[in-house]
């Protein structure tokens, strides 16, 4: 069954609806028979009711404002959307002649018009000539037309939209305005449009949570507002530069609130000067990574087993922490011109080839296509994308635009051995990320966390001698085996080691976890948790695998020694006819005994020893929960200081330089 769409609806129809929820002229409004009558000459009939029957179908106008004012009335409405939606009603109340059409445009100076399907910006608007503050937010206006906003209005709110386009915004803005939102949409670009020649007043401007990622192009776009005191960029991938504030902060210097922060004069001292490095304020962001210790993992089932475990096939198993990000800059650069060295290898072999008379691949004097490479990418990259859109869709807008693709790269800390201490991993890794909106679309989705296991067997390497006297063992001529030789016990100790084969690790994932990275996005620099995984199913602890092993070696030997019992008993060795001697023998043997409490003969019935067993597992504490230690910090600088980097980064980036160029 479809669900039904609301119809598209413009600004003006939508302030028409909330204006009928007033009831203007119903009651308790309005000039209706319920009101009682103002005149003072009323002629006296033989119809004239008496004192005590009048007014009784009539309401005073003290109780008909009651109705209108007080909260607790069953007549009250919602006010919400205008702060002169109340006074219109009491106006209504007490003076209702004066309700007209053009009073009731003239009477408002605030209009919020919130999540009412409105598509479009009308001239309706323009019918109120006294409005100074209109808000459209939770709607879905793509663009907004300046020519049909009343030119008195102060404060403009259009947050949580869909508007990508500025352009229409900006052909004639209201000369007065001070404050501008535009918030929540999806904002990639300011060109020229939010400068002072277009917004010489305004005072504050809001543009969080857009698509903006050129932090420098920005703010010179946004230092020629003469008047401009509070700024909020906020969750857009700019802010995710470790110098967003302190270079926003000294090229802004008349900045007094930055992201609903004021700005304090020694956050002005500290950054001085950092405008003037703009060569250091790089449009990447970087995040350190530190996993210190895990808990909980349980121990592997070697060392819990009773038995005797044979000397192969040796099992070594090691557990690390691994989690997905993107993948590293400096890493990608170095692919890339690793990747370029190797085409250029390529085509010199090529062309040394051709040279030679001797090219790869095709006949001499056949024509000879251009070689192509072709780079694919590491198995250890996971792309967690949505399908491609179809780009003929009609529905698909440039507000519509899908999430940038994530290719996430695994990280891991380095194989520990299972202990009693606990698993102290001490691991810390710095990445460079230069693409901000795949790393706020990352932080979004949080990051996947799992603790895993691998598992490698080891047995000694077949040689030439194994093989030969296994052929001999199955021909039936290596039976004789020559004694060994009689020696002493040092000459054993100088034997040759023992070559061991190693399987491929068997991987098993022991728990995960989904790390909330959000808060990143709305300003936070440092996030500091204690993980506790949930375990996979299918996955078994070293105690159950203990265990069922334990389970099938008893049954086994219990069935071997029922059955060599069967064969030692006296029953099994005598005859048919020796059966009632038998049964003589047993009841000589019998003695008068008290009969049994019945305590006893319940443990004693055979089903008493796995109620036993049963309470026994009830009892078992349950295990100690995964848990891991981790901390994400994204990188923000304190000072100006911290813009230079130090003398090994240069170095590195000097390298890079040089890759590159080469």
């Known amino acids: 069954m479809m669900m039904p769409v609301a119809s598209r609806t413009d600004a003006f129809t939508a302030f028409q609806s909330q204006l009928r929820t007033l009831c203007l002229n119903e009651f308790p409004c309005g000039s209706g028979s319920w009101r009682t009558s103002t005149e003072k000459n ?104 300046s020519q049909n906003i009343p030119k008195t209005v102060k404060v403009l709110e259009l947050v949580a939209n869909k508007i990508d386009d500025l352009e229409q915004l900006c052909e004639d803005p209201p000369p007065e305005l001070q404050h501008l939102g535009l918030g929540l949409n999806n904002i990639s670009a300011l060109h020229d449009y939010i400068t002072g020649a277009y917004w010489p007043c305004l005072l504050s401007l809001d543009l969080s949570h857009n698509n903006l990622c050129d932090l420098i192009e920005i703010i010179n776009k946004l230092s020629s507002l003469p008047k401009l005191r509070n700024l909020v960029l906020l969750g857009n991938p700019l802010a995710l530069i470790p110098g967003y504030r302190g270079f926003t902060i000294d090229s802004l210097r008349k900045l007094d609130i930055l992201d609903d922060l004021m700005i304090s004069a020694d956050e002005k001292h500290h950054f001085k000067g950092l405008a003037r490095r703009k060569e250091y304020v790089l449009d990447e962001a970087k995040m350190t990574v530190k996993i210190s210790a895990a808990t909980g993992i349980p121990p592997p089932p070697e060392m819990l087993s009773t038995e005797e475990v044979p000397l192969y096939p040796v099992t070594t198993r090691t557990y690390y922490v691994e989690f997905k990000f993107l993948e590293d800059f400096q890493s990608k650069t170095r692919a890339e011109s690793d990747n370029k060295k190797e085409q250029e290898k390529d085509k010199d072999q090529e062309k040394d080839a051709v040279a030679n008379g001797n090219p790869a691949g095709g006949d001499d004097g056949g024509d000879k296509e251009n070689p192509v490479t072709i780079t694919e990418e590491p198995s250890d990259v996971t792309s967690t994308s949505s399908p491609q859109p179809d780009p003929k869709d009609p529905t698909l807008t440039p507000s519509h635009t899908p999430p940038p693709t994530l290719k996430l790269v695994p990280y891991r800390t380095k194989g520990i051995h299972w202990t009693e201490a606990g698993f102290q991993f001490q691991y810390s890794q ?64 100088k034997e040759p080691e023992v070559e061991l084969v190693h399987s491929p690790p068997e991987v098993s994932v022991l728990g995960t976890y989904t790390l909330e990275l959000a808060e990143f996005i709305e300003g936070e620099y440092m996030i500091d948790e204690t993980c506790t995984c949930k375990g996979q199913e299918g996955t078994t602890t070293g105690e159950e695998e203990v265990l069922k092993e334990e389970d099938d070696g008893t049954d086994s030997k219990k069935d071997k020694k029922k059955k060599k019992e069967r064969s030692d008993s006296p029953k099994g060795k005598k005859g048919k006819g020796d059966g009632k001697e038998s049964k003589e023998g047993k009841d000589k043997g019998k003695k008068p005994a008290s009969k049994p409490d019945k305590k006893e003969s319940k443990a004693k019935r055979p089903g008493s020893g796995k109620s036993q067993h049963s309470d026994e597992e009830e009892e078992k504490p349950p295990p100690p929960p995964l848990t891991v230690s981790i901390s994400v910090e994204l990188h923000h600088w304190k000072t100006a200081q911290e813009s230079i980097p130090s003398q090994t980064v240069m170095e590195k980036m000097a390298l890079l330089e040089e890759t590159i160029h080469e």
């Open 430 to 493: 710095d990445i460079v990320i230069d693409d901000l909106p795949a790393l706020k679309e990352y932080f979004k989705k949080g990051m996947e966390l799992s603790i895993k296991e691998d598992k490698i067997l080891s047995r000694p390497a077949e040689t030439e001698e194994s093989t030969e006297e296994s052929k001999g063992g199955k021909d039936g001529k290596g039976k004789d085996k020559p004694p060994p030789p009689t020696g002493d016990k040092k000459k054993k100790k």
């Open 42 to 145: 009323v002629s006296d009939t033989r119809f004239t009711v008496t004192l005590k029957d009048y007014g009784a179908n009539k309401e005073q106008e003290e109780a008909l404002e009651e109705f209108v004012t007080s909260k607790f009335s069953p007549y009250s409405v919602d006010y919400s959307w205008s702060d002169e939606a109340k006074g219109l009603r009491e106006i209504a109340v007490k003076s209702p002649w004066l309700i007209t059409e053009d009073f009731i445009h003239n009477h408002f100076k605030t209009l919020r018009i919130v999540d009412k399907n409105v598509h479009h910006l009308d001239t309706g608007l323009l019918k109120l000539p006294y409005l100074e503050e209109l808000t459209v937010t939770a709607n879905h206006l793509t663009t907004v037309h």
